[in-house]
């Protein structure tokens, strides 16, 4: 059944379970696995990202993407507060 028990904007449920569990966020993991049900898994590989890895990132950068998707308590977080709940947004 396409979208599954995510619901039907999810065309691809095993990539968007498999990346859940290695810790994307529920946007990333959907948007990559939309992607790979109508790009084809190749052309997605091949892509790549271009976002660096959040342990990178400094608090303040960190604070205003959690800003702009919504993550409420982001000024009283710690970075690795910051890091966790980006992931798991």
Not at 19 to 45: F, H
Not at 72 to 85: C, F, V
Request: aromatic share 4%; proline share 2%; glycine share 12%.
């Amino acid at each position: 059944m396409p979208g599954g028990k995510h619901g039907p904007s999810i065309k691809d449920n095993e990539t968007y379970e498999a990346l859940r569990r290695d810790g994307a966020s529920k946007e990333k993991a959907a948007r990559i696995a939309n992607a790979q049900a109508a790009e084809g898994e190749e052309t997605i590989g091949r892509r790549g990202g271009k976002a660096g890895d959040y342990d990178d990132w400094t608090v303040d950068k960190l604070r205003k993407r959690a800003a702009e998707i919504g993550i409420e308590g982001r000024s009283d977080m710690r970075k690795d507060e910051l890091i966790n709940a980006l992931r798991n947004h």
